[in-house]
């Protein structure tokens, strides 16, 4: 989509501190970190949110949370935990409608998230 913040750094018009990168995924640290590790990882395909899923985007969703695993033991994060978030919709907080997938690690994480 011409007009959307994440498919342009895939198309390569804006460009994000990337972390990871296949096929299908793209993986960039949040320009607003959250806490030491925050990471964004998303879709190359253009999803706007989770309720835009379907049995054909499964396989992706699949891939967003193995290249986030991958990512939180390159980062460190991996033994001492990490949180992976999908905010969907205003009451979420969601405020980029690209599908995305928050990698936070680095810091003590508290319940209720808020
Ligand atoms: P959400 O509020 O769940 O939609 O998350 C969107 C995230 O995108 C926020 O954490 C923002 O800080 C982050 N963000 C917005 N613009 C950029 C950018 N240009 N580069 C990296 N992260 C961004």
Known sequence: MSDCLFCKM???DI?????FE????LAFRD?????????LVIPKRHI??????DAASADVVGKLYLAAKQIAADEGIAGPGYRMVMNCNPGAG????HLHLHLLGGRPMHWPPG
């Open 10 to 12: 895939v198309a390569g």
């Open 15 to 19: 460009k994000p501190d990337v972390v």
């Open 22 to 25: 296949d096929d299908a995924v």
């Open 31 to 39: 320009v607003n970190p959250q806490a030491p590790t925050h990471v």
């Open 48 to 53: 706007a949110t989770t309720n835009d899923l």
């Open 94 to 97: 969601q405020s980029v409608y």
